[in-house]
């Protein structure tokens, strides 16, 4: 393996593990006040107490006879989203941002599920929801998907010097677009509504295979 290779591989491995190992802050607080003003049921930055943590954030609103009850926002290291049948139980989502679990409890349904008898949930889209290159290709055709309450689909991607090193698809419960680039790195996110509407394919292109193609025709060129 040349410099070239190495060079790139080192840097591909440094920008994932420290994509993957960064904690993350989280609002973190209980509350059974549904009140407009509570900060905990309707999350205000800079106000509304958070934590640091390392694995993801999560918003779960316990439903009793079709009414929210409480409100609880913290992190787990193993979150896992779960959705009220027929107005009871847990409405449990998960997100990977910084602050992401503030989806306000005056924006909920009422927990009587989407109609289809599979308890899922207030009938929120479907976003596909996969890590590239930790999980296969993140291939928009696989069955990775969640359904997303009060939230919008959401795709990311990173480069690093020209090459997409990262993709992620998920959901926001406030998904902000952005495309912008620090040293060589560029980061571009994107937002959207509708079922699955996140599907965006993205091309793996080696720099290094490329720049050898390239140098390849300059020689065959020149011959």
């Not at 309450?149 to 406030?174: H, M, N, W």
């Not at 677009?177 to 996110?189: F, K, L, M, P, S």
């Amino acid at each position: 393996m040349d410099v070239v290779m190495k060079t790139l591989v080192f840097a591909f491995l440094l920008t994932f593990v420290v994509e993957r190992s960064s904690a993350i802050e989280c609002y973190f607080c209980t509350t059974t006040s549904l009140e407009d003003s509570d900060n905990c049921a309707n999350p205000v930055a800079g106000t509304t107490a958070t934590a640091t943590c390392d694995g993801e954030c999560q918003t779960t609103f316990a439903y009793v006879s079709n009414a929210i009850s409480a409100v609880t926002r913290s992190c787990s290291a193993s979150c896992t989203e779960s959705n009220p049948v027929s107005g009871i139980g847990a409405d449990t989502d998960c997100c990977s941002t910084t602050n992401c679990n503030s989806e306000s409890a005056s924006s909920q349904g009422d927990g009587d599920g989407d109609g289809d008898g599979d308890g899922d949930g207030d009938g929120g889209d479907s976003c596909y929801f996969c890590t590239w290159p930790t999980e296969n290709n993140c291939n928009p055709v696989d069955d990775t998907t969640r359904t997303c309450s009060g939230s919008k689909c959401a795709k990311a991607a990173t480069y690093s010097e020209g090459d997409l090193i990262l993709v992620v698809r998920t959901c926001f419960p406030q998904c902000a677009e952005r495309d912008d680039t620090a040293a060589c790195t560029r980061t571009e996110i994107k937002c959207c509504e509708g079922d699955k509407c996140n599907n965006a394919v993205y091309s793996v292109v080696s720099f290094v295979a490329l720049f050898m193609s390239v140098t390849a025709a300059i020689y065959h060129t020149a011959l």
